[in-house]
């Protein structure tokens, strides 16, 4: 063999850690408080005062909903589909302000303690996944609370403790960005409606 | 060649054959019927091939044989890409491998999910076990799209109404349901603590009949939870198996800690890891010692051996833990007739030339 024949230099062994740190790298100029959910605020105080007064909350939903079955009447005068585009605007910019609401259409807060499941990246339902971190936050977003340990503390100030172990249907896609509170008036009044007919 | 006596879960009237369905098991699995008859079941984990060769899967199935009830299919773990766990399971099935078919909810929608729950079944997919898979952040391709259309107990729940009902979600009939054994994760050592055991409550009333925990380092925080889990009567619903591996050092145990999500790795393991002589050696004495402590624990029906990339130490694991106690589970071996299947190919190959063109040719001279 001739000496002058250069070595191959080793060829360095790529591992899966090492693409995924490359990868990573790739994201790693992302400024904290961007999410790939679109976030309604910036920081996370409303949310967390909301869960601290789930509570009271609960009382307030309670009392409103009942409100809006009241005024089915009204609603029914308007139109269900006329009234949709204010009162939408209306529950969007509220539930927004106080729960970072991202409008799935089919609102569960009174059985996840007041914390939004759907301001979880994985936008879980069912309570939280395996990955939160010893401190409570989210793994994916290692800045944010886990919305679930979150929905786990709201729901221990609730009175209905137990809805938070309901198992929830998946979510309806197509019932993204509609107002929630008139579905749940419209089908409250039918059952009641359907009751009274079968109460005479 | 003498035919051995038949395995206890296998055909009596061929290897090949399906398993009889038995009164109250849901599917026709070997892993279900273990755990059934109350024995402690050993579960592994299959590590998928970055490759398109069918060999890679059956070489690393092959050092599982003999010392496991089932072998997970993993889907694309850790957000990687890898084979995926379909494909594992239609190989594997193929040579008669008991396989956990793993189903993440990250890549799929429910339009998809469904789909290849009916092929898997219809491969002889016997378990299927339903995640909700790390976000793609986790992963080597944090670029991804999350899909995660269902949580992983809405995916129970889907399993179990097409099982159960024998229709999709949407209502439309099946007219064979997937006869599956339905499994969940588990993970004792991630906060909320409290609401840890009532979220397998939750995975049990929506389908789960056993579950895999995460790796298991804290058996203190282990047992508690299956305190709880057993005053709440969940460990009689359900086989709750307890997830474990060798580590294979001390920087290995600490690189995980920090980057993979979920697994909680108390500080005395690393140290002790630290101040052995042999770390890999260490590693796995460890995870034997904890298997020990594990299967003590009252309502623990197996444990789930994850040995990422050492694979080859879990027939060691499992042998030197004694927690088959003399229990052979099923191993693939040459059938009576295999012989002369191959005698036969052999045999195929050497005719002499027999298209007609080619004969044809052959007259003219």
Redesign the interface.
């Known amino acids: 063999m001739t000496s002058n024949k250069k070595k191959k230099p080793l060829r360095q062994r790529v591992t ?2 090492t ?2 740190r490359k ?2 790298e ?2 790693a100029y992302k400024p904290a408080d961007v999410s ?1 959910q679109r976030r309604v605020q910036r920081r996370y105080t409303m949310r967390r005062w909301s869960v601290r007064h789930a509570r009271s909350l609960e009382w307030f939903y309670a009392h409103f909903a009942n409100m809006f079955l009241v005024l089915h009447p009204l609603w029914n005068a308007i139109g269900y589909r006329r009234a949709e585009a204010p009162v939408k605007f209306v529950e969007k910019q509220v539930k927004g302000l106080l729960f970072d609401c991202r409008m799935c259409g089919q609102c569960i807060l009174s059985s996840t303690g007041m914390s939004c499941p759907m301001n979880c ?14 401190n ?1 936050n989210c ?2 977003e290692p800045d944010m609370p ?1 919305v ?2 979150k929905a ?2 709201g729901a221990q100030r609730m009175r209905g403790t137990e809805n ?2 309901d ?5 309806d ?1 197509s019932l993204r960005e509609t107002s929630s509170w008139l579905r749940v008036t419209a089908l409250a009044a039918a059952e009641r409606n359907r009751n009274t007919k079968a109460a005479e | 060649m003498t035919r051995r006596p038949p395995h206890i879960d296998e055909n009596p009237h061929g290897v090949d054959l399906p398993l009889e369905p038995l009164p109250g098991h849901s599917s026709r699995g070997r892993l279900e019927r273990v755990l059934r008859r109350g024995e402690f079941a050993v579960t592994a984990e299959l590590n998928p091939p970055d490759s398109a060769n069918a060999q890679d899967v059956y070489e690393r199935a092959a050092v599982f044989d003999g010392w496991v009830d089932g072998i997970n299919a993993v889907d694309a773990s850790g957000a990687n890409c890898h084979m995926s766990s379909l494909g594992i399971c239609a190989l594997l099935t193929r040579m008669g491998y008991a396989t956990i078919m793993q189903i993440a909810c990250r890549d799929r929608n429910r339009i998809a999910i469904q789909g290849d729950v009916l092929g898997a079944a219809a491969m002889g997919v016997a378990n299927i076990l339903c995640l909700t898979g790390d976000g793609v952040q986790a992963g080597d391709q944090p670029g991804a799209k999350p899909v995660f259309d269902l949580d992983s107990m809405s995916l129970l729940e889907t399993v179990r109404v097409m099982r159960d009902e024998e229709r999709f979600l949407s209502g439309r009939k099946l007219s064979t349901p997937p006869a599956v054994f339905m499994g969940a994760a588990i993970n004792p050592f991630a906060p909320p603590y409290d609401f840890r055991p009532l979220r397998l409550a939750k995975k049990i009333a929506a389908g789960a009949q056993f579950v895999q925990s995460q790796y298991c380092f804290d058996v203190p925080m282990l047992q508690e939870y299956m305190k709880r889990a057993r005053n709440l009567g969940l460990a009689e619903k359900c086989y709750i198996l307890i997830g474990v591996g060798p580590l294979a050092s001390a920087k290995t145990a600490r690189w995980i800690r920090a980057n993979v999500p979920g697994v909680h790795i108390p500080d005395d393991v690393v140290r002790r890891l630290e101040g052995a002589q042999n770390q890999k050696e260490e590693g796995k004495r460890l995870c034997i010692d904890i298997i020990n402590e594990v299967k003590e624990i009252e309502g623990v029906s197996g444990v789930h051996v994850m040995a990422y990339r050492q694979e080859e130490y879990v027939a060691e694991i499992v042998h030197e833990s004694g927690v088959l106690k003399g229990r052979r589970p099923w191993k693939r071996e040459p059938g009576p007739d295999d012989a002369m299947v191959a005698d036969r190919l052999d045999h195929l190959l050497e005719t002499p030339n027999q298209r007609p063109v080619d004969m044809v040719k052959d007259a003219a001279g």
Do not use: F, Y
């Open positions: 899966q850690a693409i995924v990868a990573r790739l994201i790939p990246p994985k936008q879980l339902r069912n309570g939280p996944c395996g990955g939160v971190r010893a409570g793994e994916v886990c679930w340990v786990w503390e938070i172990l198992v929830q249907k998946p979510v896609q």
